[in-house]
């Protein structure tokens, strides 16, 4: 079975396609670099995203945060509702941790800007 | 009257890396004017990540971006009013601005750095039938509801544009809960790169209705849905297609304008097709020591270019500033192209060096080659497996070539 | 026990309310919409007619001349934008006769200077006008103003000098009391009036049977218009309007005193009284007939299209009667706006006449501060007021250069904003070329701070007509 993928690794949006055999991944092309293959990869067996939105301010506001690293995709809305219930501090800096090891995927929320603006 | 060697407007990426480049290139006297509350302009809504990958080798978020330059710009002390809008610029560039501390207030600069950046076409440009109920924002008014303001300004949403920032509000709209029925896009093309339309509808399952448009609008106090129709190949709708489509949003990502008033009240000439300035590769406009760089000059996919361009103008302000482009340069060659390569930044080279060329094709081409001649002779053949109009593209002309030139003129085509 | 009820705070309504504000009387204007100015106030050409139209003798043809004599002081006083650009009527030589006839009957009808134009000064006035264009009615003292902000002003100025304005009033029963009348509106709240003046616009018909008369009949006519950007306000000076044929007026191509350009309108008649639906028909109509006056219309520099509803009369004249406390003001279609003024005059005779006692208030003042004065001072003047008042150095909206100051004016200076477009009609905040994309989050945020209310609370017109459902994360 061939399957035709849109890479989301860098802005090119190579179109990659990746042949497989069952679950077995026999050979991937289009790719013009090494993440693009493993994207592939991952993406017929794991996929995995990136989570970004915004956090609660405790008295007012919001503050963006984002996954610090990819988590399962299927584990997105999930992931949201986690956010949801995080209040952050408003004197939050960026960087600081919303949400220790989300739903256990190892990745942390973290805010992308300062709380106060 | 208060003189200043170098006057910024606007405070967004384009800005920031402009003074921090103008900076680093010996000049310190920079005043930087931003309308917002704080530096970063656009970015600051921009929460998704994909940003920086080209400039910082990591992939970051809009607001994470602009910090990496508002370090930059508050390690070098320079100096920057935010909340402060530029009313006016004239010739003899005299900048009118205005804010709460320092009312209205005019200052001389030695050189002027325009960076605004750009605005989303709005509905009435578009003329869509119907009642004009409230729930019609633009992408990017949505955006600062939700990402800045924290508020859901939809529930039901559907989206006309494929723009990147439509497809990423699709995205960002219904990971906040909203159901985003279907993003209709007149062209037989998306206007968005194929990434988004990947991570922002794909993974949704949010159809992207290609050559498609919203015909009606319906609802008296709120949107209550629109009618859709499929457009014939010269984009006019076909009746038997319509469709209704039930929502209280419609948004709007129809493209985005370059933001230059101030410039053509300057008397700046502006290029018909970028609705930016026409710059030489320094991004000098025709009044000397008016630079413009970023989306005010022309509409860029990705920041890191940006960046890359406010670096050119920032430097190329320092030098003139310390008056080493004070000659008026022999070498000037002219831009010119085939409409299938829409336009080209800069419009002309005046200099000896290296310059790339960033340039736009007006639609989706296989197979292709990016040619580059001088008069009859080719110097610059490019092949390309696909190009498109949502997809900026570049080319270098090296001194070499522009050394051995025989014309003064460069055409740039597609075959 | 007001002694005066207006219902309808549309042009009419407002102008009849600041006439009366001059005496001592307790007076009231009722609104069943969020603002004043909302029905066909809010969307019509926007032009003062000279008077040549209308059939000589008739009340519309009186009402006109008047009302266009009165306008420039009204406007003076009110600090309301006013520019006598003067009108053509443009004719093909097979249309000659008709624009004859008109000029003729402009003469009879008493308007100052209106003659006959022939094609080389016609050319010369107007150089984008369709070439094949023979002659033309000049009527110099045609003028353009803005309806709502005429509204706004005049309401605004009664209520400065003490009289009242009630919104989101809707009038559902009224009853004839022993001393006047009980007026009711549909949540329930009565006010009692010794005078009711019927000022409701396509609703006159329905006010009138409330008040026991039958007889009044209104339609709705509709009109799509299209607005272009500024940057093409030096299309024309002259407000230009077709030779009138048996299918109608045709469609105008006029400044507008913002300095737009304004197209339309089309001409339908509809059952509906709320449908400002526009049409694609709609558009191409006004296109294809603003391209017999006028050529090279840059059509890319549309920013919005509307559609107006005219209350058109079953007599084919303005409908003004009294009887036993009640004026009625129905079918005031074109040139309702010119007349208002006249019409206000003319109550204010009808009321005295019938005894209503009154004395002119010693504090009573006609006039008004123009809404966009900060826009016209000095940058020394305008530094005295920011020094004083720092929002005034805020920009909100760019497109038109209008800062928090002034956007917080439109909310508390009389009649209050209380929603977007409110505030959009007193600053012109979001009706630029970006149509408030930048700046209606802010007038979004200055309306909540400014009336206490929530952010997902504020409308776009009242009503259902929310910007925002409610925050992403819950309460904070």
């Given at each position: 079975m061939k399957r035709e993928l849109t890479c989301?690794?860098?802005?090119?949006?190579c179109q990659l396609t990746v042949e497989l055999e069952g679950k077995e991944i026999i050979s991937i092309s289009g790719h013009t670099c090494k993440r693009g293959e493993d994207y592939a990869r991952t993406e017929c067996t794991a996929p995995m995203r990136t989570v970004t939105t915004t956090a609660a301010i405790i008295g007012g506001g919001v503050v963006p945060v984002k996954t610090d690293r990819v988590i399962p995709k299927e584990l997105m809305f999930e992931c949201m509702k986690e956010i949801n219930k995080a209040r952050v501090s408003p004197d939050a800096k960026l960087?600081?941790?919303?949400?220790?090891n989300v739903l256990g995927t190892g990745a942390n929320v973290v805010t992308t800007r300062n709380a106060k603006i | 009257m208060k003189s200043v060697d170098l006057v910024i407007v606007g405070g967004g990426p384009a800005g920031m890396s402009a003074a921090v480049a103008a900076y680093d290139a010996g000049i310190k006297d920079i005043l930087i004017l931003e309308?917002?509350?704080?530096?970063?302009g656009i970015l600051r809504q921009c929460i998704h990540n994909g940003f920086g990958?080209?400039?910082?080798k990591e992939e970051l978020t809009g607001p994470e971006y602009a910090y990496r330059y508002e370090i930059q710009v508050k390690e070098r002390n320079i100096p920057f009013k935010t909340e402060t809008m530029v009313l006016d610029i004239s010739e003899d560039k005299v900048v009118t601005a205005m804010n709460s501390t320092d009312g209205m207030f005019q200052i001389k600069a030695k050189a002027i750095i325009l960076a605004m950046g750009c605005r989303e076409r709005p509905k009435g440009a578009l003329n869509i039938a119907g009642t004009r109920p409230?729930?019609?924002?633009?992408a990017g008014t949505a955006q600062k509801f939700v990402?800045?303001?924290?508020?859901?300004?939809?529930?039901k949403v559907v989206i006309l544009g494929s723009g990147d920032i439509g497809l990423i509000m699709a995205r960002r709209m219904t990971l906040e809960g909203?159901?985003?029925?279907a993003v209709c896009e007149l062209?037989?093309?998306?206007?968005?790169?194929a990434r988004n339309i990947e991570q922002c509808l794909n993974d949704f399952g949010i159809p992207l209705m290609l050559s498609h448009t919203v015909v009606e609008i319906h609802g008296?106090?709120?949107?209550?849905g629109v009618t859709i129709a499929k457009v014939d190949d010269r984009r006019r709708?076909?009746?038997?297609?319509k469709q209704y489509i039930e929502c209280d949003t419609l948004l709007l990502s129809c493209g985005l304008l370059p933001e230059n008033e101030l410039t053509r009240a300057a008397g700046i000439s502006i290029d018909?097709?970028?609705?930016g300035a026409v710059v030489d590769e320094n991004r000098q406009?025709?009044?000397?020591g008016v630079f413009a760089c970023g989306n005010v000059l022309h509409v860029h996919d990705l920041v890191d270019y940006v960046s890359e361009e406010s670096d050119i103008a920032g430097k190329a302000a320092a030098r003139y500033i310390k008056g080493e482009n004070a000659a008026a340069l022999p070498c000037t060659v002219e831009l010119e192209t085939?409409?299938?390569?829409?336009?080209?930044?800069?419009?002309?080279i005046v200099g000896k060096e290296d310059v790339t060329v960033y340039f736009r094709v007006a639609d989706v081409f296989r197979d292709i080659k990016i040619t580059v001649r001088d008069g009859e002779r080719v110097i610059i053949s490019k092949k390309k497996q696909k190009v498109a109009p949502g997809e900026m593209e570049t080319v270098k002309i090296t001194k070499d070539m522009l050394a051995s030139l025989e014309g003064n003129k460069l055409t740039f085509s597609i075959e | 026990m007001y002694d005066v009820v207006v219902v309808g705070a549309g042009v009419v309504g407002a102008l009849v309310a600041r006439t009366l504000a001059k005496y001592d009387l307790k007076i009231l204007i009722l609104e069943k919409?969020?603002?004043?100015?909302?029905?066909?106030t809010k969307a019509n050409s926007a032009i003062v007619h000279?008077?040549?139209?209308?059939?000589?003798?008739?009340l519309k043809a009186k009402l006109n001349v008047r009302g266009s004599e009165m306008m420039e002081q009204v406007t003076r006083e009110l600090g309301v934008k006013y520019n006598r650009n003067g009108s053509l009527v443009v004719a093909f030589e097979s249309e000659r006769k008709e624009v004859e006839k008109l000029v003729a009957r402009g003469i009879a009808n008493g308007v100052k200077g209106v003659r006959l134009v022939e094609r080389k000064e016609l050319h010369e006035l107007e150089?984008?006008?369709?070439?094949?264009l023979d002659c033309a009615l000049l009527a110099p003292t045609g003028a353009i103003i803005c309806p709502y902000e005429l509204t706004i002003a005049a309401v605004g100025n009664a209520m400065d000098n003490g009289a009242e304005l009630k919104l989101n009033f809707e009038v559902s029963d009224i009853k004839k009391t022993d001393g006047g009348f009980a007026v009711t509106s549909s949540k329930g709240e009565t006010v009692e009036t010794k005078y009711l003046i019927n000022s409701?616009?396509?609703?006159s018909d329905k006010i009138a049977a409330m008040t026991g008369d039958a007889d009044v009949e209104v339609h709705p006519r509709r009109g799509d218009y299209m607005l272009l950007d500024?940057?093409?306000?030096?299309?024309?000076s002259h407000t230009i309007f077709h030779t009138p044929t048996k299918m109608g007026k045709g469609i105008l191509v006029s400044p507008t005193v913002d300095g737009n350009l304004l197209l339309g309108p089309t001409a339908t008649d509809i059952l509906?009284?709320?449908?400002t639906k526009t049409t694609a028909e709609g558009f191409a109509s006004v296109v294809s007939k603003a391209n017999d006056n006028v050529k090279?219309?840059?059509?890319?520099?549309?920013?919005t299209s509307f559609c107006g509803l005219r209350a058109v009369g079953s007599t084919g004249d303005f409908i003004i009667k009294m009887n036993d406390g009640v004026i009625t003001l129905a079918g005031?279609?074109?040139?309702g706006l010119s007349s208002a003024p006249a019409i206000a005059e003319y109550v204010e005779k009808l009321l005295t006449d019938a005894g209503m006692k009154a004395d002119v208030k010693v504090?009573?003042?006609?006039i008004r501060r123009p809404a966009h004065y900060f826009k016209t001072l000095s940058m020394e003047e305008k530094n005295e007021i920011i020094k004083k008042d720092?929002?005034?150095?805020?920009?909100?909206?760019?497109c038109e250069s209008i800062t928090e100051g002034e956007i917080v004016e439109a909310l508390t200076v009389?009649?209050?904003?209380?929603?977007i477009d409110g505030v959009k009609r007193r600053?012109?905040?979001?009706?630029?070329?970006?149509?408030?994309?930048?700046?209606s989050p802010t007038v979004v945020e200055l309306i909540a701070r400014e009336l206490g209310v929530?952010?997902?609370?504020?409308?776009?017109?009242?009503?259902?007509?929310?910007?925002n459902y409610g925050k992403t994360k819950g309460d904070n």
């Open positions: 989301i690794v860098c802005p090119k949006g960087g600081d941790v919303v949400v220790e | 309308r917002d509350k704080s530096l970063g990958l080209h400039r910082f409230a729930g019609i924002f633009t990402n800045m303001d924290g508020y859901m300004p939809g529930k909203a159901e985003v029925k062209m037989p093309y998306s206007g968005g790169l008296k106090e709120r949107v209550e709708p076909i009746p038997e297609t018909r097709i970028t609705s406009t025709d009044i000397e085939d409409g299938r390569v829409r336009y080209t930044v800069p419009q002309r | 919409e969020s603002d004043v100015a909302m029905g066909s000279a008077g040549f139209d209308a059939a000589e003798g008739s150089p984008n006008l369709n070439d094949d409701a616009g396509l609703y500024r940057e093409c306000g030096n299309f024309c509906d009284k709320e449908d090279n219309l840059p059509l890319n520099k549309v920013i005031i279609e074109s040139p504090d009573y003042n006609p720092p929002r005034y150095g805020k920009m909100v909206c760019r009389n009649p209050r904003a209380t929603d600053t012109r905040s979001g009706m630029g070329r970006c149509q408030g994309g930048f700046c929530p952010f997902e609370s504020v409308t776009k017109f009242g009503g259902a007509s929310v910007i």
